[in-house]
């Protein structure tokens, strides 16, 4: 694609398109994008690449008329920028097709697909082929720490990248990992996700059996076989597996783990564990992490990362360094010994790993939840009984108003009152608190040293990560010059 000088991106500010951005970036194309909304990390991201972002969409982004436009599959008909460049006929794809063409073109393609955990264990996959001189090219949806990006071209062979099940563009309703033909998979999990696309688990099951079914004789998947103290095969995971014509190797607590887990150890400032492989120790290995389900992740990359070759020794020295991705249990703000804390939340199974996580690293700290159901699945009701479940794992439980709540069919939408009632089953009181604002007032006075807030949210949530921090400071000031007053007074 020599011939295109102009891209801009329609969306730019998803984890994907602007990692897309970056790369288009790098390889010498002019990139410009627009969004309804820019928010951190990856308006910084945007910003320190020097990629300009239009807000809001109009038509007026395009003009001049770029060579070629990415439309983001969040971008649907109706679409001002859209509609732009269907009745002037500019040439548009989405990002998969360019990923595709692009980038992915002569490289042994490894993808990290499933429910959960795929942005951490990419990162992970992708530090440890980088510790161990591979020169890998990646691309995760959040931002590496270890490496302060989403992406990377390496001069390697080997493409990493994130595997999203999540729709192509408003033109392809196929998700997206079936664009990238991978010689090699980890598979996480299966579980129904994204109820605004997928109708039930099967359909989410046909999306991942097509994945599977994609690798090649000489390929390789690397798939989860349950968990610790819940040894258990997952249904789902094997109706998809059973669509593989390469070979399969599993790793967790199940009967058919080559990979399993052993004398694991959940600490205050890091995590270990022993890996055997057939039965025997195969390798220790730590990192700073907190959370089982990341040793799960950890694990997953480590089994790709020996069938590439690399000796155990350096995947152990890559993961003793692995710091985290933005927004996966991100501390945000230390005030007055209240630990806020950013994670991205989308799914009940992901918020019970991360409160769980939360609670063997913190012992005997208060644990608060502050939820914004925002996910197109937090958003309905279909999962509500699992959230409720999932929220009960903490102490104080704050459920702010749906995220446009109107854009879900009034019988589908998640009910806050029912989902209060739910989780007031599990022994837990939670309250519903409309917006980022009110939170913040209500709750900020009761808050106390030791105390630990998880705010969960795939989205901006109206700035709660800075506005409570700011306001816990702000309480702090307030009663240490009330103590200095009484103290003068005396």
Known sequence: MTDKKHIHLIGICGTAMASLAGMLNQRGFRVTGSDAAAYPPMSDFLAELGIPVAQPFNARNLDPAP???????????????????????????????????????????????GTHGKTTTTSMLAWIFHTAGM????????????????????????????????????????????????????????????????????????????????????????????MAGEARESASLERCLSKAFCPVERYGAGSHSAWRIDNLQLG?????????????????????????????????????????????????AALKTFKSVKRRLEVKAQVNGITVIDDFAHHPTAIAGTLKALRARYTGARLWAILEPRSNTLRRRVLQSDLARSLAVADEIIVAGVFRSEAVPENERLELPELAAEIQKHGKRARLIGNADEIVQMIAPEMRTGDIVAILSNGGFGGIYEKLPVRLRALASEAGTADSARAAGK
């Open 67 to 113: 060579d070629l436009v990415v439309v983001g599959n969040a971008i649907s008909r109706g679409n001002a920028e859209l509609e732009h460049i269907l009745d002037q006929r500019i040439p548009f794809c989405s990002l998969p097709h360019l990923l595709h063409d692009e980038f992915l073109r002569g490289k042994e393609v490894l993808v990290v697909a």
């Open 268 to 316: 205050a400032d890091k995590t270990s564990w022993t890996v055997l492989d057939g039965g025997r120790v195969w390798a220790n290995l730590e990192f700073p992490l907190a959370g089982e389900y990341n040793v799960w992740n950890a694990t997953a990359a480590a089994a790709m990362a020996a069938a590439y070759g690399i000796s155990k020794d350096e995947i152990a």
């Open 135 to 226: 020169q890998p090219s990646f691309l995760i949806g959040g931002i590496a720490e270890n490496f302060g990006s989403s992406f990377h071209l390496g001069q390697g062979k080997h493409f990493i990248l994130e595997g999203d099940e999540y729709d192509t563009a408003f033109f392809d309703k196929g998700p997206k990992f079936l664009h990238y033909f991978p010689d090699a998979v980890i598979l996480t999990s299966v579980e129904f996700d994204h109820a605004d696309i997928y109708k039930d688990l099967d359909a989410v099951e046909t999306a991942f059996r097509r994945l599977v079914n994609l690798i090649p004789r000489r390929g390789r998947i690397i798939a989860f076989d349950g």
